[in-house]
């Protein structure tokens, strides 16, 4: 099958450029596939520019220019959905709790960990039943910010659930993660709780400020 498509899908940020920076240490294992977005048309409608035809090919998403990479992607299985667990679940959070209360048929979600939706692996027709998914029911509520919360409903339907996988030091969803100490900063590097070395370091949240300041003095 060959390597794996590294797919990007995001709005250009100026100053956010640890992709360029870090790209070259997982070039060998991927081929790159970015979709950089003139205007962004929020979270949810973005999918609507992911390429649909991949077929069975492996996909591994990641919609930031401020991930950071550190060590070449692994081999992965294209029949499985590799996950990004923030190590938190959804009524451990405010927003996320406010926004279930809106929206009362997210309420499942309430006690369910919570997988990142900014980074995670599958074949391309899994990523196509993710979009048309998500174009189905997007329309139930608008906010971008449901983007997550779609996306957790969606790996959780009876076809998908099985093939969730979690994969120690593959993602790291930095903002939760290093709040719950499962990701930890050591030696300029960002490691699993174990001391695995994470591939895709994924700056979210108030991560982005942090973090840039330790690694870059930014």
């Known amino acids: 099958m060959g390597k794996p498509y590294l797919i990007q899908l995001y709005t250009r940020t100026p100053g956010c450029v640890n992709y360029e920076r870090t790209f070259p240490i997982v070039a060998d294992s991927v081929r790159a596939l970015p979709i950089v977005l003139r205007t962004y048309r929020g979270h949810l409608h973005r999918w609507d520019h992911m390429p649909l035809d991949l077929g069975e090919e492996m996909c591994i998403f990641t919609d930031s220019a401020d991930v ?65 998914y998500l174009f189905s029911v997007r329309g139930k509520c608008r906010q971008n910010s449901n983007e997550q919360l779609w996306f957790n409903v969606w790996l959780r339907l009876p076809e998908n659930k099985p093939l969730m996988t979690e994969m120690p030091g593959l993602f790291a969803p930095l903002y939760a993660m290093v709040q719950t100490k499962q990701a930890i900063l050591k030696n300029w590097q960002f490691v699993t709780s174990n001391g695995t070395l994470y591939t895709c370091c994924h700056f979210n949240g108030s991560s982005k400020d942090v973090y840039h300041s330790i690694l870059y003095g930014t």
Do not use: D, H
């Open 68 to 132: 950071i990479f550190q060590k070449p992607f692994p081999e992965l299985n294209p029949r499985l959905i590799y996950v990004a667990n923030e190590g938190v679940c959804f009524q451990q959070n405010g927003i996320w709790r406010g926004l279930i209360r809106r929206y009362p048929f997210f309420t499942p979600l309430l006690t369910e960990t919570i997988y990142n939706v900014g980074c995670f692996a599958c074949n391309g027709n899994l990523m196509k039943s993710w979009c048309e």
